[in-house]
């Protein structure tokens, strides 16, 4: 059953602002409980390490409320949509959700278009894209949920351009973050130490300072902060690992002239323990796909020719393998394992310092395969705009503020977390804290949920809201899905 698409918008920004508010209200009370007459920070000069989604997202927001801000990357950035060094992901398949577009979409209006004039392509996440799921073909139907298909280079490049273009943000590369400087005080951090990568002429092996009245760390997955708290003094934070030990393997094609198919996109998750593989084939940018590989439990997908092919090939299905045999390799094979999902629970160290924020892969990294990890760094900046707005004094920001907005960061990534953890948990080997009885639980009910999916359009709506990051998982456990659940069940087709 088709839908309207205007209907689908509708819904779906109003459940945005509801959640939006529902947020303000919880951080307003937060907020407003610290102390009035404490020092507030001056809204100067904000300093970004990482130049990545993440770190890009968080200077457009700390431009609307400091004076300056700089942001510092290791990485020569290139002035076209091309690959660098520092972003070794950006070579296997990135699509962008719907809530990441939407959050994009507000912070740099107009993204969506350039994207598109480049050669992006908007996929209908169950009209365009056919995905297998482990109980059978999703329904397809214009369901009006998005998928954002190019390369990540080019996503990166649209958003490096327009942040880049704001007055006050100065992008300095090829500048390595090597920590932080304290202030004298030992209450706060008031800088960065930083290495240019090809020497410099200040301090010892051309190391430099620069002050900032905020420090925002957004290096990614290896982020050094944790060694750079604990040479101030500060504690280390608690680490929470999942690891489903999932690797990828990836390459560019052309697909073949007379190729026809019902799809633009193609799916084959995995479906473990019994099948740890799957595959996807996403249209990019020049009329090319971008073909990659997964397998979990240590499974991983061969970067040899030969492997690479007998990996497709031996999917559940022989669609995707099919689809590239006569397609036209452009590259070389690539892999990739650090997948791990890795939760540094900044939010729950005793003393924080003022002047400094963490967010991205450097708080949170997500195993890639469910694709948030872009959409988890744009709700990060929305948090850090929606905290800075919240916190913001006569004199400056708020103390407190950074402390504050590590909390609401780790109360928006738990949903992510959630998603991603769960399912890695379905996998044999997978390690991280011991699986709870909820957890089988859950696997149980979101299987039967996953299977009424196949045939109940309604409910395969619901399940691709959650996500995509626009409704919370407890949108799973609403009397839109109870309701088909419970029929399911007394028709004994929730089990089938
Ligand atoms: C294989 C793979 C596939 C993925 N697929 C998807 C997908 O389909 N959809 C999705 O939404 N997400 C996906 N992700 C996740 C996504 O790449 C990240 O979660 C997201 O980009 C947020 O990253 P970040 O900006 O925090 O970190 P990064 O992208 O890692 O950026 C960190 C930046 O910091 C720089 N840096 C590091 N240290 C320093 C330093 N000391 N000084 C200065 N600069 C420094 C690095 O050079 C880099 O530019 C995928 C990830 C992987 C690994």
Redesign the pocket.
Known sequence: MAEERGGDYDTVTKVLRHSIRDQEDEMHATLSSTDPTAKALPRRHAVV????????LAARVLADHFEQVTL????HLPETPSH???????R??????ER?RMVLEWLLPGLTTDLLAAGALLLDNSGDLATLTPFGWGLRFHSGLQLLACS?DLIDWGVRRRVAARPNVRLRQE????GLVAASDGQAVAGVR?RPRHGGTAGHDGEEELAADLVAV???????LPNWLAALGYATPPETVVNAFLG?ATRLYRPPRSFRADWKGLHIQAAPPDHPRGGVVIPVEGGRWLVTLTGGDGDYPPTDEAGFLDGARTLRIPDLYEAITDAEPLGPIVG?R??ENRLRHYERVRRWPEGLVA????VC??N?VY???????ALGAEVLDRCLRRSRAPQGIRPGTGRKFQRELARTIAAPWLLATGTDYRFRRTEGPPRRRSTRMMHRYVDALTRLATRNTGVRRRLMEVLHLLRPPAALFGPSILGPMAWAWLTGGAAE
């Open positions: 390490v990482g130049g990545g989604m993440a770190g890009m510092l990357e290791r990485d660098r060094k520092g972003l070794p992901q950006a296997h398949v990135h699509v962008l959700l990441g990540r500048v390595a973050a090597a930083l957004a290096s990614g997955r290896d982020a050094r990828y990739y650090a997948t967010l991205g892969d450097a990294a997500l890639p694709g948030q990890g872009m959409t988890t760094a």
